[in-house]
């Protein structure tokens, strides 16, 4: 046992307490916080040829401190129209793929939601097993399923409907069904837990005061489940404007997306600042659902 | 039922199309993997040609291993980084840094990940100019950078147990002079315990799966499995890649199965309690 003195003088400090909170504090602080800062610091230095290939912000020299902070970056993404189409790109595609996402994701929960009690873990597993797997290898599978000579137009050739394949793979269409396939189950999931709460009477009340169906839905369960549609959409929208995996496999020359811009600006171009500088933009541009989706969350995280 | 529907609902239509659009996909992956011909799209016949071509790819085999090692460190840790940070959100009350905390728990659940990804690359970059350490990048780098996103997933897990868990109970061990550290494992960690092994099973499945952050903070040293798998389908579609997507199906579903049994066991020993508390 701990001598009691030691005891006291830990508890007086709340030395335990303090440490607790400190424990997740300094590590996300160190790794999720400061790297961004990083970013912004590097996006505002000039590329280099040296390794690390980027320039430095502060010099000492001749006792003068030089301060630089170069916005070549940021204008150069402005000037060249290539990553303005990008953004674009990711967005009108992303915001495609929540809304279809959010129209088979919504009856797909109301369903599992108004299921028998024993049926509704099965279903909630099986909706998230998918997940579980690889994300790379499920959308690999839409490579074999959409390609010129994949299974759809294998089927549609031999059964006779069309005589020359249609052309799916490398296109919005692609895309937009890999996103849908990859991140249906994030939709699903924060939808079906909040109309497993709605409480029944709410909807029993409405229909003995003569309420139609159709008007109940959307006067009592569709407001009653915002929190979760708010939830579910922005747990596809944000990672999806941020893709690489899926447009890199799945689309082509026409569907140019910021992650992979990224992707390419840093792996194969090695422009670290303006990689950094498409970074900072991207997160610029996800700041409002960002906070959306903290706010929502974190009401979730301490109610 | 109140009454009886001929026919089936719009939603209960859409939930099964939904989970046929689901599975459909993977069942064609399995299928394909069992193909004699290379072409992923012609059936040519029974094989299992591709299974062994797998099994001598000494490539995929040592990243199987890496990523396992990787995955099952980063989950554990993240499990301690979680459960610390879930707890805190929801037993300390207002402390300073909670706003602070609470949005770098939630941030990393939706961060597009080439963004985490290049933002740790950076760090990574610059701890090693300025103290020297990752001297090289590889397992050590992803290991923190899984551990981190892991976390978060974790914290959201543990969170939504602990608010469901009686307080009342660790309470009452606190009045009775339990210290803080006492009750935490005593009381709090068996109730929590089955949220925690969920959470370990998601981030060890998270840092299995991801590509693109690896990708980041890797160095030559270290190759994912997903850094493989990555570097053979960009080439086109290849029947070992089914053979390998049909085994990791089939271990996840073994897995989920295996969780819905115990799920249901559990379940069922609670409701016969209930049952038993009411008898008497």
């Given at each position: 046992?701990?001598?009691?003195?030691?005891?006291?003088?830990?508890?007086?400090?709340?030395?335990?307490?303090?440490?607790?909170?400190?424990?997740?504090?300094?590590?996300?602080?160190?790794?999720?916080?400061?790297?961004?800062?990083?970013?912004?610091?590097?996006?505002?230095?000039?590329?280099?040829?040296?390794?690390?290939?980027?320039?430095?912000?502060?010099?000492?020299?001749?006792?003068?401190?030089?301060?630089?902070?170069?916005?070549?970056?940021?204008?150069?993404?402005?000037?060249?129209?290539?990553?303005?189409?990008?953004?674009?790109?990711?967005?009108?595609?992303?915001?495609?793929?929540?809304?279809?996402?959010?129209?088979?994701?919504?009856?797909?929960?109301?369903?599992?939601?108004?299921?028998?009690?024993?049926?509704?873990?099965?279903?909630?597993?099986?909706?998230?097993?998918?997940?579980?797997?690889?994300?790379?290898?499920?959308?690999?599978?839409?490579?074999?399923?959409?390609?010129?000579?994949?299974?759809?137009?294998?089927?549609?050739?031999?059964?006779?409907?069309?005589?020359?394949?249609?052309?799916?793979?490398?296109?919005?269409?692609?895309?937009?069904?890999?996103?849908?396939?990859?991140?249906?189950?994030?939709?699903?999931?924060?939808?079906?837990?909040?109309?497993?709460?709605?409480?029944?009477?709410?909807?029993?009340?409405?229909?003995?005061?003569?309420?139609?169906?159709?008007?109940?839905?959307?006067?009592?369960?569709?407001?009653?489940?915002?929190?979760?549609?708010?939830?579910?959409?922005?747990?596809?929208?944000?990672?999806?404007?941020?893709?690489?995996?899926?447009?890199?496999?799945?689309?082509?020359?026409?569907?140019?997306?910021?992650?992979?811009?990224?992707?390419?600006?840093?792996?194969?171009?090695?422009?670290?600042?303006?990689?950094?500088?498409?970074?900072?933009?991207?997160?610029?541009?996800?700041?409002?659902?960002?906070?959306?989706?903290?706010?929502?969350?974190?009401?979730?995280?301490?109610? | 039922?109140?009454?009886?529907?001929?026919?089936?609902?719009?939603?209960?239509?859409?939930?099964?199309?939904?989970?046929?659009?689901?599975?459909?996909?993977?069942?064609?992956?399995?299928?394909?993997?069992?193909?004699?011909?290379?072409?992923?799209?012609?059936?040519?016949?029974?094989?299992?040609?591709?299974?062994?071509?797998?099994?001598?790819?000494?490539?995929?085999?040592?990243?199987?291993?890496?990523?396992?090692?990787?995955?099952?460190?980063?989950?554990?840790?993240?499990?301690?980084l979680g459960t610390v940070a879930a707890f805190v959100m929801t037993r300390y009350g207002h402390f300073r840094?909670?706003?602070?905390?609470?949005?770098?728990?939630?941030?990393?659940?939706?961060?597009?990940?080439?963004?985490?990804?290049?933002?740790?690359?950076?760090?990574?970059?610059?701890m090693a100019q300025l103290i020297g350490w990752p001297a090289d990048r590889g397992m050590a780098t992803i290991?923190?950078?899984?551990?981190?996103?892991?976390?978060?997933?974790?914290?959201?897990?543990?969170?939504?147990?602990?608010?469901?868990?009686?307080?009342?109970?660790?309470?009452?061990?606190?009045?009775?002079?339990?210290?803080?550290?006492?009750?935490?494992?005593?009381?709090?960690?068996?109730?929590?315990?089955?949220?925690?092994?969920?959470?370990?099973?998601?981030?060890?499945?998270?840092?299995?799966?991801?590509?693109?952050?690896?990708?980041?903070?890797?160095?030559?040293?270290?190759?994912?499995?997903?850094?493989?798998?990555?570097?053979?389908?960009?080439?086109?579609?290849?029947?070992?890649?089914?053979?390998?997507?049909?085994?990791?199906?089939?271990?996840?579903?073994?897995?989920?199965?295996?969780?819905?049994?115990?799920?249901?066991?559990?379940?069922?020993?609670?409701?016969?309690?209930?049952?038993?508390?009411?008898?008497?």
């Amino acid at each position: 046992m701990m001598p009691s003195r030691i005891a006291g003088f830990i508890k007086r400090l709340h030395l335990g307490r303090r440490a607790v909170i400190a424990f997740p504090l300094v590590w996300l602080t160190l790794f999720f916080l400061l790297p961004f800062a990083l970013v912004l610091k590097i996006s505002l230095s000039e590329s280099a040829i040296a390794i690390p290939p980027y320039g430095p912000l502060v010099e000492y020299a001749d006792q003068t401190l030089n301060i630089f902070l170069n916005l070549g970056n940021y204008l150069f993404l402005l000037s060249d129209s290539l990553y303005v189409a990008a953004y674009w790109g990711s967005i009108k595609t992303a915001f495609v793929a929540t809304v279809v996402c959010l129209l088979i994701g919504y009856p797909m929960a109301y369903a599992m939601a108004r299921a028998p009690g024993r049926l509704q873990l099965i279903l909630l597993l099986l909706v998230m097993l998918p997940s579980w797997t690889s994300f790379l290898i499920r959308v690999y599978a839409w490579m074999g399923i959409l390609s010129n000579s994949g299974l759809i137009n294998n089927l549609l050739m031999g059964l006779g409907v069309i005589d020359s394949p249609l052309r799916m793979m490398n296109t919005q269409f692609s895309v937009i069904v890999g996103i849908v396939y990859a991140y249906l189950p994030f939709m699903v999931l924060p939808l079906y837990a909040h109309l497993t709460r709605l409480d029944n009477s709410l909807l029993e009340a409405a229909s003995d005061l003569g309420s139609r169906k159709l008007n109940t839905f959307l006067k009592v369960t569709l407001p009653l489940s915002m929190g979760g549609i708010i939830a579910g959409s922005m747990l596809v929208f944000i990672p999806a404007v941020g893709e690489f995996v899926i447009p890199e496999l799945l689309g082509g020359p026409d569907t140019l997306m910021i992650g992979k811009v990224l992707w390419e600006e840093f792996f194969l171009n090695r422009d670290w600042p303006v990689a950094s500088a498409l970074a900072m933009v991207m997160l610029l541009l996800l700041l409002v659902p960002i906070v959306w989706f903290h706010r929502y969350q974190s009401r979730e995280l301490e109610e | 039922m109140m009454r009886s529907r001929r026919r089936p609902s719009f939603t209960t239509v859409m939930l099964v199309l939904g989970l046929l659009f689901l599975y459909l996909p993977m069942v064609v992956l399995v299928v394909y993997s069992f193909n004699e011909s290379r072409l992923v799209t012609v059936w040519a016949g029974f094989s299992t040609q591709w299974y062994g071509e797998l099994f001598r790819d000494q490539q995929i085999l040592s990243a199987v291993w890496t990523s396992l090692e990787i995955a099952f460190f980063a989950a554990s840790m993240a499990v301690c980084l979680g459960t610390v940070a879930a707890f805190v959100m929801t037993r300390y009350g207002h402390f300073r840094g909670k706003t602070a905390l609470s949005s770098m728990v939630t941030a990393p659940l939706v961060m597009p990940e080439v963004i985490t990804g290049l933002s740790l690359l950076l760090l990574f970059v610059q701890m090693a100019q300025l103290i020297g350490w990752p001297a090289d990048r590889g397992m050590a780098t992803i290991w923190i950078a899984h551990t981190t996103f892991c976390s978060a997933y974790v914290a959201v897990v543990v969170a939504a147990r602990l608010r469901e868990v009686d307080r009342s109970i660790e309470e009452a061990a606190m009045d009775l002079g339990s210290p803080p550290v006492k009750t935490f494992f005593f009381v709090t960690l068996p109730v929590i315990a089955p949220a925690l092994a969920a959470g370990w099973l998601l981030a060890f499945t998270l840092s299995l799966d991801d590509l693109v952050i690896a990708s980041f903070v890797s160095g030559p040293g270290a190759n994912t499995l997903p850094m493989v798998v990555f570097s053979s389908v960009r080439m086109g579609v290849s029947p070992k890649i089914n053979a390998l997507a049909t085994l990791i199906i089939l271990t996840v579903s073994l897995a989920t199965l295996l969780a819905w049994y115990f799920m249901r066991r559990s379940e069922a020993k609670r409701q016969s309690v209930i049952q038993q508390g009411e008898g008497v």
